[in-house]
């Protein structure tokens, strides 16, 4: 299950690498996609305004995007590359601070939403918003659940 993550305009302190690969793989587990193809880029506000304001029209900066590679004229919907999550680690930051939780429980919680859009997930009325807000927790628990060690 190749997980590639990209870190921009960092380092995040409190974002260790290697943990938010575990979590991400945690996660496609927790969906039955572990053999699914995933980038996540980590970066800062001005790069996510970018992208915000080149793929969405919307000028500003935002916490998470999601950039689906199974849809669209080119896509492969049954092929194993999902697309990317790019979450902008600063406003991550500031949202993590505002809500009296650590980083990186921020950044799982928004690569667990981007995560679901890619997997065809949406949030546009109140009981889909409500269904996906659930699958997300599911989604963080399992990040946040540590693996047992195998018995050798």
Same mark, same amino acid.
């Given at each position: 299950m190749p997980v590639r993550l990209i870190v921009e305009a960092g380092p995040h302190p409190g974002v260790a690498r290697a943990e938010v690969v575990r979590r991400v793989r945690a996660m +496609?587990?927790?969906l039955g996609m572990s053999d699914c193809e995933?980038?996540?880029v +980590? !970066? @800062?506000?001005a790069r996510i305004r970018r992208l915000n304001r080149d793929h969405? @029209?919307?000028? @500003?900066p935002t916490d998470v995007l999601a950039f689906s590679q199974r849809e669209g004229d080119r896509s492969d919907p049954a @092929? +194993? +590359?999902l697309g990317d999550v790019v979450v902008s680690v600063p406003t991550a930051r500031r949202q993590a601070r505002e809500s009296a939780r650590d980083v990186l429980h921020e950044v799982t919680w928004l690569v667990a939403h981007g995560l679901l859009h890619l997997a065809g997930w949406d949030h546009d !009325?109140?009981?889909r918003d409500r269904a996906m807000r659930r $699958? !997300? $927790?599911?989604l963080c628990a399992a990040a946040r659940a540590?693996?047992?060690p195998r018995k050798s």
């Open positions: +496609l587990d927790a995933l980038s996540i +980590l !970066t @800062g506000d969405r @029209g919307v000028d @500003g @092929g +194993l +590359l !009325t109140p009981r $699958e !997300t $927790e599911r540590r693996p047992k």
